[in-house]
């Protein structure tokens, strides 16, 4: 299968819902009132798919790893965001869950295309996923 554009990467869109939760969980009080920690999380979350998606318009794989590596640190700081959302009281244990299980999954699955693109001889512009 021939990916021709970023938006069509799975970890790409599950960053972008991310991207979206991440938004509505701030925009609530008490979160909401907090403006330095609440653009944080929100450009934590949103690193990870620009990141996504920048690697992928470089149009190499080496440029695209290092970019999906990016985009995986900032997949681990929305997640130790989360933990300390917990712990001000901003979220409850519930939403919390949701997004410790969101950030590890993703992470999963952008080290999984890492190992892809690391393994795959296609080193041009496009990406070929199997």
């Known amino acids: 299968m021939k990916i021709s554009r970023f938006e069509d990467l799975e970890i790409w869109q599950d960053a972008r819902e991310l991207c979206k939760r991440v938004f509505e969980i701030t925009s609530k009080e008490p ?3 907090d403006y330095r920690f609440r653009d944080q999380i929100r450009a934590a979350s949103g690193s990870i798919m620009d990141n ?3 690697g992928f318009e470089r149009g190499g794989n080496k440029e695209f790893i290092n970019f999906l590596s990016i985009a995986k ?12 959302a917990y712990d ?4 409850d244990q519930e939403t919390l869950n949701e997004l410790i299980e969101r950030t590890i999954a993703l992470s999963r699955k952008i080290a999984g295309f890492i ?4 393994k795959s001889t296609y080193k041009g512009s496009k990406f070929h996923c199997v």
């Open 31 to 33: 979160f909401c009132n």
């Open 52 to 54: 996504v998606s920048e």
């Open 73 to 84: 640190g900032s997949c681990g700081e929305t997640r130790s965001q989360s933990y300390r």
């Open 88 to 91: 001000f009281g901003y979220i």
């Open 115 to 118: 190992r892809y693109l690391k």
